[in-house]
């Protein structure tokens, strides 16, 4: 009585590790170890779904095949992936480790939200690879679009992770706000950081004698508004011909405020 054919089915050389987005390359061998002729499906799955198959293989009691599969591995499919070979007969299975690919994330940390203009800005910033394989990017410190630095060639492994500062003194062309962004090739960081003009103390001549005889008194009319974004206090002098005459002393103004004086 001659055994019914049985196709049994063997790995051979398969990936053990790839990153998410590269090929997954499966070789396989079936046999049939019965004692006649057969005919079967050998279906390929991943996790359990069904991607290719070999249909139909025929083979004689004892015949060998040899064979390939392959699948395209994606987003999602980290940590791993099961892959199996069956026939009516038989199972193979192997399981390849699937890495993330590197991913340089990037996070702005303390900041000053306001500013004067001429102050520093200091920009302390952390990249993680949260990929699973090492990578080296650049990093850009750009304000309102325009690149003012780099950290070139940031070599980081799979979950390192490394902290830094950029810099940034600011002109008098900031306010009222200046755009900070952070970036690698992957991510980006943004923040926006207010930028105040320093108080500024602008004195107008309201009025004053056209003409007066010698001896007479000149009335001089004024007023001081502080243009700026910040309080200040500043003393108002009165000079004639090149010397002081009268100060008022310790004038304060809040920005935008406004006073009148003679």
């Known amino acids: 009585i001659q055994q019914p054919p049985f196709f049994d089915i063997t790995i051979g050389d398969v990936n053990s590790t790839v990153t998410e987005g590269e090929q997954i390359t499966v070789n396989y061998t079936v046999e049939n170890t019965g004692e006649s002729q057969g005919t079967q499906d050998i279906i390929f799955s991943v996790n359990g779904t069904e991607e290719n198959s070999k249909s139909p293989l025929t083979l004689n009691e004892g015949d060998l095949a040899s064979g390939t599969f392959t699948y395209v591995t994606t987003t999602g499919d980290a940590p791993t992936v099961q892959l199996n070979i069956s026939s ?131 009335a001089v009319d004024y007023t001081v508004e502080n243009t700026g974004d910040l309080q200040d206090t500043q003393d108002i002098e009165f000079s004639v011909n090149g ?20």
């Open 88 to 218: 009516g007969d038989d199972a193979a299975t192997r399981t390849t480790t699937v890495q993330e690919p590197a991913f340089f994330d990037v996070t702005v940390n303390n900041l000053n939200s306001t500013v004067t203009e001429n102050d520093q800005i200091a920009v302390d910033y952390t990249v993680e690879n949260t990929g699973g394989v090492q990578d080296t990017q650049d990093i850009d410190f750009i304000v309102n679009g325009t690149s003012k630095d780099t950290k070139s060639g940031l070599t980081l492994a799979g979950g390192e992770t490394v902290s830094n500062t950029f810099t940034y003194s600011t002109t008098a062309d900031d306010a009222p706000a200046v755009n900070l962004n952070v970036s690698s090739a992957n991510d980006t960081a943004t923040r926006t950081i207010t930028v105040q003009e320093p108080a500024l103390f602008d004195v107008t001549i309201d009025d004053a004698n056209d003409t007066v005889i010698e001896d007479d008194r000149i």
């Open 243 to 262: 010397t002081s005459k009268a100060t008022k002393s310790g004038l304060t103004l809040t920005a935008g405020e406004t006073v009148s004086d003679t």
